[in-house]
């Protein structure tokens, strides 16, 4: 089985791709101009930061990176699109032949794009005769098209490759919206002849729709009925493809370049450009780095991008291991309340953490402090700073050499000892704390 | 009053046409600083329709001013109508318009040429008066020499294409038309210059007014298949020139003959792109026959309202870039262009000007133009299309008349060198006396 | 260029032509083109440009503006309740 996919999202810009008009209209045709809605005498120019964003993404995608490119029109007439032409890029996309890490498993990507977005249809009427009724404010939203190679072998890696790319993008360039706005035209065949289901909407209708396919495919094969190659589309209320309406004929969309934009230069600027690291590929360095479970550094990581910065200062301190059983653990669990004093309460952590694992202070002692952190009660952290508590179980011991003596025998001597620390320190140690201390104290003189 | 034929050349709005008389009875009649001016139809402007020549367009009202007309307001101008054309630019006579045929001011049974036809008649008629006007493929050097007006086509992207209705953008260019020097000198600057809203106006150096030709090139290529008035008014006019003082040499541009299929491949590509946005929904003519199919639905708007000639260049312009023809027509004509320019720019290392006659013949009659097949018009353009394609400044002067009717010549200068070409026309106008019709109260 | 071909573009184009002018253009386009195939005599070069000028790395940055109305596009467009409306999409 091979599944290929096209995979169009968009690009969080302010303005659209060709024009100052918002991406955010609310009310229909509210967020247009003469650009957007092609009236004549009207002309594209191209927004910065959505070609630097192509950019960026074509080459975070390990693309071979064209130096020069252009824009296209593809001609073709239908409501939504003012035009009737599409402005896109055709024979010089931003990147070619690069690929995509789903865990182990390689997906080639074979070109990356940007274009505009056409309008947007409400089809009003009776099933088979609705006429269109068009919103413009879509029209001219950018676009990033990644057009996959057919590597993938089931809807279910379709899903994780899905999956995994937009995770990745929403931390790169910060995309928004993301499972539900995505809109995927997805390639499959289980045999040899391919079919092409057009334009799926969201993550878990894609993998719903291919599963459809692929079974409607098997079932066929199975029954020695030939496959054709068509283009179908995917029924979300029914959860089948049907095939796609019939066309009149073949479009042809007779490309030529766009006289009105020019030229760029993208080689120089995709040089320049740092990608920043990832969650996908945070995670993957986390659990080389450290030595924990890749499905362990996954969730740090995309539970909270702080709390991965938390593990990793964490880790520094107390190593890998003790850094993802707490990190996973009581800073999870609170993390929701953490998160916004998270710098500020590092240090507090750290310490607390580090006390446990140094044995100054027990594991759910360790736990319950870094609970009680949000509300700001003990504030004074144990640790290194128990000074004054080490020095009156010190006293104490000296004083009372028969309860050395007797804990020998019975461990529940020191329990006088306790008993008066904590009558002494008003509370400022928990009685866990306490008996930890003293006991490494009496251990010590034995 | 002005004479019939050149109301059917200008379709001044009713209100504005009273204005309009008034300013040509009487030019001094507008304050001093202010000035009026046409445009061509393909411009749009706020208060007038926007057709190009186009039934495609009737009743449209663009919401902006295109970039030169606003420019020009701005400084006192004061549009008083919209010059009519062959359909969106589809034209060497303006025969092709949705809305009347103009007629040349000369002798009303000839054209005007075009496509800015509108736009020459109204400079030759008259006095003091701007016209803009629009060339694709020699749509300003062609009127302009059958009208017997100066027609000054600046450097493709010198001026701001916002609010031009597209012909093919790779090649329009907003010019003007006009009788003297002097409104070059006043009006070029004005409309030129970079805009936020023209990504290709962006790249220009600043406009420099100085220059000079002091050595023009005449390609042999450009001295065939000319009719014998032609020949003869040009080639005194070149003698004329050496005895002002401009050195002449002959020179050989053998690319030029590929000039007319690559242009009209890459215009009719663009323009059959440009074309497709014409369907009956949103702006121009209105199909509200909304239970058809979609494709009747264009279909029937498009196969209505679009001109024979329109159609003619769709039909061209969609062939040429589609799959399995897209090669040997489009991209090839995109490679020639660069071909063309590299020849001009090796014929400019040695002088400051290509010369040429403007037209092969003279305004033809409208009888003569009904014979004519679709070729034989593009072949027409065989003087004008090159440095249109090549994005070069060029202008139309008067330099000559048969029985009255004008001839005209045309100087091609290297790109963004528009300064040397007003510079000639100063100084032709001073040695060559222009004539123009007589408007009969 | 035959009468198929040209009904053929003419589809793709939205053009509905009559029988008559279909042959008619079949036989201009004909004329025209065997005309332009001295194109394919002219000396193949590989590098091209979109337009006669070098127009590079011209962008606009990213902020939004309005120098329009979009009540007045709306009116131009003579929407429905806010809406353009089209034909059937079938």
């Given at each position: 089985m091979k599944i290929g996919l096209e995979i169009h999202v968009q690009l969080p810009t302010r303005s659209k791709l060709f024009c100052g008009c918002s991406t955010s209209g609310d009310a229909p045709n509210s967020s247009v101009c003469p650009v957007c809605l092609g009236f004549p005498g009207a002309r594209p120019f191209l927004n910065r930061q959505a070609l630097e964003m192509g950019v960026l993404i074509a080459k975070f995608l390990n693309c071979k990176m064209s130096d020069r490119v252009w824009f296209a029109r593809k001609t073709y007439f239908y409501p939504d699109l003012p035009k009737n032409f599409q402005i896109t890029q055709y024979d010089s996309p931003l990147g070619v032949d690069g690929h995509f890490m789903v865990g182990e498993k390689r997906v080639g990507i074979w070109r990356v794009h940007i274009e505009e977005d056409p309008g947007r249809i409400r089809r009003v009427g009776r099933s088979g005769e609705e006429v269109a009724m068009v919103d413009y404010d879509r029209s001219g939203i950018p676009l990033v098209e990644i057009v996959t190679a057919p590597d993938m072998t089931s809807p279910a890696e379709a899903r994780d490759f899905l999956t995994d790319l937009i995770i990745e993008l929403r931390r790169l360039i910060g995309v928004t919206g993301e499972e539900q706005t995505m809109r995927v035209d997805a390639n499959v065949s289980v045999g040899e002849e391919?079919?092409?289901?057009?334009?799926?909407?969201?993550?878990?209708?894609?993998?719903?729709?291919?599963?459809?396919?692929?079974?409607?495919?098997?079932?066929?094969?199975?029954?020695?009925?030939?496959?054709?190659?068509?283009?179908?589309?995917?029924?979300?209320?029914?959860?089948?493809?049907m095939p796609g309406r019939e066309k009149e004929f073949e479009e042809d969309y007779g490309y030529i370049g766009e006289p009105d934009l020019g030229t760029y230069r993208i080689g120089p600027l995709a040089a320049s450009m740092a990608i920043p690291e990832t969650p996908l590929v945070r995670a993957a360095r986390l659990s080389k780095e450290w030595g924990i479970a890749a499905p362990a550094a996954r969730q740090i990581v995309l539970t909270d991008w702080a709390l991965a910065d938390m593990f990793e200062a964490l880790a520094a301190k107390v190593g890998g291991e003790a850094a993802m059983s707490w990190t996973m653990g009581p800073l999870?669990?609170?993390?929701?309340?953490?998160?916004?004093?998270?710098?500020?309460?590092?240090?507090?952590?750290?310490?607390?953490?580090?006390?446990?694992?140094?044995?100054?202070?027990?594991?759910?002692?360790?736990?319950?402090?870094?609970?009680?952190?949000?509300?700001?009660?003990e504030a004074a952290a144990p640790g290194e700073d128990a000074g004054d508590l080490d020095a009156l179980i010190v006293k104490l011991v000296d004083e009372h050499p028969e309860v050395v003596r007797d804990y020998k025998g019975n461990e529940r001597a020191a329990n006088f000892l306790i008993g008066q620390v904590m009558k002494a320190m008003k509370g400022k140690y928990s009685s866990k704390v306490v008996a930890e201390r003293m006991k490494m104290e009496l251990e010590k003189r034995l | 009053m002005i004479p019939f034929p050149t109301v059917d050349g200008l379709q001044a709005l009713d209100e504005r046409h009273a204005v309009f008389c008034e300013r040509i009875e009487d030019p001094l009649a507008l304050e001093h600083g202010k000035f009026h001016f046409s445009a061509k139809d393909n411009l749009c402007a706020r208060g007038f329709q926007a057709r190009a020549g186009s039934r495609i367009l009737k009743g449209y009202r663009p919401p902006f001013d295109a970039t030169p007309i606003r420019k020009l307001r701005e400084i006192g101008g004061l549009l008083i109508g919209k010059t009519n054309m062959d359909e969106f630019g589809f034209g060497t006579f303006s025969t092709n318009s949705g809305f009347g045929i103009p007629r040349?001011?000369?002798?009303?049974?000839?054209?005007?040429?075009?496509?800015?036809?509108?736009?020459?008649?109204?400079?030759?008629?008259?006095?003091?008066?701007?016209?803009?006007?629009?060339?694709?493929?020699?749509?300003?050097?062609?009127?302009?020499?059958?009208?017997?007006?100066?027609?000054?086509?600046?450097?493709?992207?010198?001026?701001?294409?916002?609010?031009?209705?597209?012909?093919?953008?790779?090649?329009?260019?907003?010019?003007?038309?006009?009788?003297?020097?002097?409104?070059?000198?006043?009006?070029?600057?004005?409309?030129?210059?970079?805009?936020?809203?023209?990504?290709?106006?962006?790249?220009?150096?600043?406009?420099d007014m100085r220059g000079e030709v002091a050595t023009v090139a005449v390609p042999a290529e450009a001295l065939v298949g000319l009719s014998p008035e032609v020949a003869s008014s040009f080639a005194e006019a070149v003698k004329e020139l050496g005895r002002n003082g401009v050195k002449v040499r002959e020179v050989r541009m053998p690319s030029l003959r590929y000039a007319i299929p690559a242009y009209y491949i890459l215009a009719t590509s663009e323009a059959s792109t440009n074309l497709a946005r014409y369907c009956g929904?949103?702006?121009?003519?209105?199909?509200?026959?909304?239970?058809?199919?979609?494709?009747?639905?264009?279909?029937?708007?498009?196969?209505?309202?679009?001109?024979?000639?329109?159609?003619?260049?769709?039909?061209?312009?969609?062939?040429?870039?589609?799959?399995?023809?897209?090669?040997?027509?489009?991209?090839?004509?995109?490679?020639?262009?660069?071909?063309?320019?590299?020849?001009?720019?090796?014929?400019?290392?040695?002088?400051?000007?290509?010369?040429?006659?403007?037209?092969?013949?003279?305004?033809?009659?409208?009888?003569?133009?009904?014979?004519?097949?679709?070729?034989?018009?593009?072949?027409a353009d065989f003087l004008t299309v090159p440095p249109n394609l090549a994005g070069m400044p060029h202008i139309s002067l008067p330099c000559g008349y048969s029985r009255g009717i004008p001839i005209g010549m045309q100087a091609v200068a290297p790109q963004w060198a528009e300064g040397s070409l007003v510079s000639l026309a100063r100084s032709w106008e001073e040695s060559f006396h222009y004539r123009f019709p007589e408007v009969t109260a | 260029m035959d009468r198929e071909t040209v009904s053929k573009v003419a589809k793709v184009a939205r053009l509905r032509l009559t029988d008559e002018e279909t042959e008619q253009y079949a036989a201009d386009l004909e004329d025209i083109l065997s005309a332009f195939s001295v194109l394919d005599e002219a000396p193949a070069i590989e590098e091209y440009d979109l337009g006669p000028i070098k127009v590079e790395d011209v962008l606009r940055e990213d902020v939004v503006y309005r120098d329009s109305d979009p009540a007045e596009l709306r009116e131009i467009m003579g929407t429905k309740d806010d809406w353009v409306r089209g034909p059937r999409l079938s």
């Open positions: 391919r079919v092409e289901i057009k334009n799926i909407t969201g993550l878990k209708n894609v993998e719903r729709g291919l599963r459809s396919e692929v079974t409607r495919q098997t079932k066929m094969l199975a029954a020695k009925k030939r496959i054709v190659r068509e283009t179908r589309h995917f029924d979300e209320e029914r959860g089948v493809t999870s669990s609170s993390w929701k309340d953490l998160r916004e004093k998270a710098s500020e309460l590092r240090e507090d952590i750290i310490g607390i953490v580090t006390a446990v694992t140094s044995g100054k202070m027990t594991d759910s002692e360790g736990r319950m402090r870094i609970s009680a952190l949000p509300s700001g009660k | 040349n001011p000369f002798d009303t049974e000839r054209c005007c040429g075009g496509s800015s036809g509108g736009a020459a008649a109204a400079a030759s008629l008259i006095p003091e008066h701007l016209s803009l006007g629009v060339s694709t493929g020699g749509s300003i050097s062609c009127p302009a020499s059958f009208c017997g007006v100066i027609g000054l086509t600046p450097t493709y992207g010198r001026v701001s294409r916002w609010g031009l209705i597209d012909y093919g953008n790779s090649l329009d260019k907003v010019g003007l038309l006009t009788r003297t020097a002097r409104d070059l000198e006043r009006y070029l600057p004005v409309i030129s210059g970079p805009d936020a809203k023209d990504p290709t106006s962006q790249s220009q150096p600043v406009l929904m949103r702006f121009g003519v209105m199909n509200h026959e909304f239970d058809q199919g979609f494709n009747d639905f264009f279909s029937e708007t498009r196969s209505e309202d679009f001109g024979p000639e329109a159609k003619r260049r769709i039909l061209l312009g969609t062939f040429s870039r589609m799959v399995g023809f897209r090669n040997r027509y489009y991209v090839k004509a995109l490679q020639v262009r660069q071909l063309i320019i590299r020849e001009y720019r090796k014929v400019f290392e040695s002088c400051d000007a290509v010369l040429t006659p403007t037209m092969p013949f003279i305004a033809p009659r409208f009888d003569e133009i009904a014979r004519m097949r679709p070729l034989e018009m593009y072949q | -």
